[in-house]
Each structure stands twice: as structure tokens, then as C-alpha cells.
């Protein structure tokens, strides 16, 4: 990644183009809590329909699902969250800050350099109460991971699929988790969404099945123009291995903050099926009828967040270049993932130019993601596009009044072509679908 791609240079990028706000900002905003705008909820949807169409859409051993986020209490005993899902958690005795103790390098507070408690384990998930009365017995959670909702309808979804082992069974949605240091923008925060997928298999080829899905996950990265040299593989240790899996290795990615996790791809064994059995009395096992045996299913999971990704992405893409003389700041978005795929930008505010670029936008947006902009100076509209990866604008000129002909300009190159508006469409579904990009997309031939 070059140097010049900071987190503040993103941060006052997406707040300047409406990607990404401050929560609450109005009443000074609530730490570590971000919003979506205008441009942020396209792209991220973009992100999570990507990874959806890899894993369920051009699959045929894959399955969504979309479980609600409170669940029975029992799901999170079963799950070991209510015993273990704590992270252990010092304070300052000088300034009171709070501080995660395996995240430090030194047994001293790093905003003051006072002492620390002794660390103690502080469970993340959040607690609420269902009904009108606060007692015990109405405590629920919100989910800290959507994983178990899978888990808990592995049967359900087995038996009405009418599906055999080896099944996933993918799902996008909001997780919880009280962090002791959320921040980084987005990269940490107490709300978030990941998109988890669990691949049941037979006992003996899960140690393939891993390898595989490790591979994959990588490979989705790099076919949304990821850069080869900001992402790498890290295997978990044996003494780093969470108590239920087998083994995990992380997809880390180098954000400006250093090589961080992106997602982890997991072995959890015959963990949860087990723990779910035990605690529900219902026999999760699944019978194999090529096989003629019975057996509890291995989980082999992949597990990445959507803002996190939809972050590496940002900064992946975040380029300054120097153009005669002046700095573009672009981002090159591959095209699945840019909130607009076209805009078109008639010259200038006139109006006998607006009919004609109003018909043009008309028959774009039947096909594409669209902007319509004909507001300030030309430049300053290019600017914003590029600054939102938009990877088309379409001019329309006088000219085009007389000859029916529109100038396509390519965001990455600068190159600009003038063609019939008869091609358009056509031409704007090949370039957008790889052809300028180079890249082998996943998108090709699908509604850009
Ligand atoms: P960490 O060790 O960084 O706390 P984790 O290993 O507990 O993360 P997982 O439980 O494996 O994370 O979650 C899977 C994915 O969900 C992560 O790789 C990350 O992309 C995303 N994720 C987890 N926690 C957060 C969070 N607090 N904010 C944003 N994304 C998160």
C-alpha cells in the first residue's frame, strides 16, 4: 500500500462524499458508532451481494438463511458465550482508561503510564430484556456472531433443502460485541455485520475441506481487484487456537493501521453440532445415505466482516495521482463494487442540452447504477466521481444535439472515446463487465 493512504485520508474522504458518517453526530456523535450515507449504503450492499454470490449464488453446495438477532438464552450457554466470550480487561488506576490486556506491549496504561489492575474477563456481548418486565428470567443477548443461528437450524434447513453433505449454509447480518477498545474507524466497533458461512462435512475430509475454503476466501479478495501484496495468509498457532477449533487461519490485510485481520477461516470440528445436541436434547447427527453411516457433521467456517472488508476495499482503492501538476484522489473500485457504475454529466446546466441528457440517463439507469449531475463546473464533477470510483462518466456535448454521439471517459486511464448513443449500452455492459479492468469479473454478463 503506498504511504499516502492514512485513516484520516479515508475518514475525510467518506464524510466529505457521503460513504460514511459519524452516528448520532448532531448531539457529538457516539463513540466508535458509524452510519452509512447516500454512496456508503451502496457500496456496502455491493460488498455483502458480491460475497453472497460467490458463496450461495454460483453454488450449488451452499444455502442463505437469515436469523433473527435475539435468540433463546440457552443458544449462548450451549455456545460457551455466556462462560468464555470475554476478553480480559485492565484499568488504569491513575486515569481510569480501559484497556484490552492482550493487546498491550507494555504492563503499564498507554495513555498515562500509570499502573494496571490485575486483568479480569469481561464477557462481550451485549444484554437486554424481552417483555415488560425487567427480571432475570426475560434477559436476552443480541448475537455476537451469526454463526449460531445456523447452527441451531442446521436440521430445519437440511431436511427442507433436500440437500446431502457436504451443505453450507451462508448468512449476512448485524453482530454485537462490547469491545473494550473499539476504534479505527471501522475496523473495530460494538455493532457490525459479517457475512459467515458454515460448510458441514464428513468427519475426515474436513482437513481438505479447509484448505479449500481458505483458498477460496483469498481468491474472492483478489477477483474484487484486491492487491496481491496487501494481503496474506497467517495460520493460527496451536497455543492461539480458540478451545473449539482445530485449526484457523486468518486473511489479514495491511490497512494503514498495520497487517490486521480481514476474516478467519476456522475448523471448528464437530464443536457446536455437539454442544447443541447435548444442551437441547435433540440429536443433530445427520444420517448418510451414500455412505450408509450416521455421523455429527464437521463445521468448516468462513467468517468475515462486511465493514471491515468494505474498509480494505477503501483503502485498497484509494489513490493519490499526480495530473498536470494537480492531485486526483480517485478510488479504483472494481466495478461490482462502485455505488455508481455510470454518471452522466451533460456539460453544462443548458437547457437544450438537459432534454437530451435526461433521455440518455433514462436508458442508462434501465441497465446500471446510475448519478445524474449537472450541477457546478465539469471538473469538480469529475473530481467527485472519481472520488466515489465511479468507473464511467458519460459527456454530453452540442455536439451531441447534431451527430447523437457521447464521449465515455475511463476513470483509471483518463482515456475518453466518443461513440453513438446506439452503442452505449452495449459498450458500457462490456468495459463494465472486465474488458478495462483486466480482471476476470465475477459480474460478467449480470446486471453491473
Ligand atoms: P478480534 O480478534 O479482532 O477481536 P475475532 O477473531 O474475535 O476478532 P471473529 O470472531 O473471527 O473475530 O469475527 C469474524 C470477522 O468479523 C472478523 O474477521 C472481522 O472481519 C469481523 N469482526 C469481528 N469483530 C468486529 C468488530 N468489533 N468490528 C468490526 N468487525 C468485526
Same mark, same amino acid.
Given at each position: 500500500m503506498s504511504d499516502a493512504v492514512t485513516m484520516d485520508k479515508i475518514v475525510s474522504?467518506? +464524510?466529505?462524499?457521503?460513504?460514511?458518517?459519524?452516528?448520532?453526530?448532531?448531539?457529538?456523535?457516539?463513540? $466508535?458508532?458509524?452510519?452509512?450515507?447516500?454512496?456508503?449504503?451502496?457500496?456496502?450492499?455491493?460488498? +455483502?451481494n458480491a460475497w453472497w454470490r460467490s458463496m450461495v449464488? #454460483? =453454488?450449488?453446495?451452499?444455502?442463505?438463511?437469515?436469523?433473527?438477532?435475539?435468540?433463546?438464552?440457552?443458544?449462548?450457554?450451549?455456545?460457551?458465550?455466556?462462560?468464555? *466470550?470475554?476478553?480480559?480487561?485492565?484499568?488504569? +488506576?491513575?486515569?481510569?482508561?480501559?484497556?484490552?490486556?492482550d493487546q498491550l506491549e507494555k504492563q503499564a496504561c498507554p495513555s498515562c503510564g500509570g499502573e494496571l489492575t490485575a486483568p479480569r474477563n469481561f464477557n462481550l456481548m451485549f444484554k437486554t430484556f424481552m417483555g415488560a418486565v425487567e427480571d432475570d428470567a426475560a434477559v436476552?443477548?443480541?448475537?455476537?456472531? #451469526?454463526?449460531?443461528?445456523?447452527?441451531?437450524?442446521?436440521?430445519?434447513v437440511v431436511t427442507t433443502s433436500r440437500k446431502r453433505l457436504p451443505l453450507g449454509i451462508a448468512q449476512i447480518g448485524k453482530?454485537?460485541?462490547n469491545e473494550i477498545t473499539p476504534g479505527n474507524f471501522t475496523f473495530r #466497533?460494538?455493532?457490525?455485520?459479517q457475512m459467515e458461512m458454515e460448510f458441514f462435512v464428513k468427519p475426515g475430509t474436513d482437513e481438505d475441506w479447509f484448505r479449500y475454503w481458505a483458498g477460496e476466501r483469498y481468491k474472492w479478495y483478489i477477483s &474484487?481487484?484486491?492487491?496481491?501484496?496487501?494481503? =496474506?495468509?497467517?495460520?493460527?498457532?496451536?497455543?492461539?487456537?480458540?478451545?473449539?477449533?482445530?485449526?484457523?487461519?486468518?486473511?489479514?490485510? &495491511? *490497512?494503514?493501521?498495520?497487517?490486521?485481520?480481514?476474516?478467519?477461516? %476456522?475448523?471448528?470440528?464437530?464443536?457446536?453440532?455437539?454442544?447443541?445436541?447435548?444442551?437441547?436434547? +435433540?440429536?443433530? $447427527?445427520y444420517f448418510d445415505t451414500q455412505d450408509n453411516e450416521r455421523y455429527l457433521p464437521y463445521v468448516i467456517e468462513p467468517s468475515a466482516g462486511a465493514d471491515r472488508s468494505a474498509l480494505a476495499f477503501l483503502a485498497d482503492s484509494y489513490t493519490e495521482e499526480d495530473v498536470e501538476g494537480a492531485t486526483r484522489t480517485v478510488l479504483k473500485l472494481h466495478p461490482a463494487l462502485a455505488p455508481v457504475k455510470v454518471a452522466v454529466l451533460p456539460l453544462s446546466k443548458n437547457?437544450?442540452?438537459?432534454? *437530451?441528457?435526461?433521455?440518455?440517463? %433514462?436508458?442508462?439507469?434501465?441497465? *446500471?447504477? #446510475?448519478d445524474y449531475d449537472d450541477t457546478q463546473s465539469i471538473g469538480r464533477r469529475y473530481r467527485r466521481q472519481d472520488e466515489i470510483g465511479t468507473p464511467f462518466c458519460v459527456t454530453i456535448d452540442f455536439e451531441s444535439l447534431d451527430d447523437n454521439q457521447v464521449t465515455i =471517459?475511463?476513470?483509471?486511464? &483518463?482515456?475518453?472515446?466518443?461513440?453513438?448513443?446506439?452503442?452505449?449500452?452495449d459498450t458500457l455492459k462490456t468495459k463494465l463487465a472486465g474488458e478495462a479492468f483486466g480482471t476476470d469479473s465475477l459480474w460478467a454478463g449480470a446486471r453491473a
Open positions: 474522504l467518506c +464524510k466529505r462524499r457521503g460513504f460514511i458518517f459519524q452516528s448520532s453526530e448532531i448531539y457529538g456523535g457516539l463513540a $466508535s458508532c458509524w452510519d452509512y450515507g447516500p454512496v456508503g449504503v451502496e457500496f456496502k450492499r455491493n460488498v +455483502k449464488e #454460483t =453454488r450449488d453446495d451452499v444455502v442463505g438463511l437469515d436469523c433473527s438477532i435475539m435468540m433463546h438464552p440457552m443458544v449462548w450457554k450451549a455456545s460457551g458465550h455466556i462462560e468464555s *466470550f470475554s476478553d480480559p480487561l485492565v484499568e488504569c +488506576k491513575s486515569c481510569h482508561m480501559r484497556w484490552r490486556a436476552v443477548y443480541l448475537r455476537p456472531e #451469526t454463526a449460531q443461528g445456523i447452527f441451531v437450524n442446521f436440521e430445519n453482530s454485537f460485541r #466497533t460494538r455493532e457490525f455485520e &474484487l481487484g484486491m492487491r496481491a501484496e496487501n494481503l =496474506r495468509m497467517r495460520e493460527h498457532a496451536k497455543d492461539e487456537l480458540a478451545h473449539y477449533a482445530k485449526a484457523c487461519v486468518d486473511v489479514e490485510y &495491511l *490497512f494503514p493501521i498495520g497487517w490486521s485481520e480481514l476474516e478467519g477461516i %476456522a475448523n471448528r470440528a464437530d464443536y457446536d453440532l455437539k454442544q447443541h445436541s447435548t444442551w437441547s436434547g +435433540k440429536d443433530l $447427527s437547457e437544450r442540452l438537459a432534454p *437530451f441528457a435526461k433521455e440518455v440517463h %433514462a436508458k442508462l439507469r434501465q441497465c *446500471f447504477a #446510475t =471517459r475511463d476513470r483509471d486511464s &483518463l482515456a475518453q472515446i466518443r461513440l453513438p448513443v446506439e452503442n452505449l449500452v
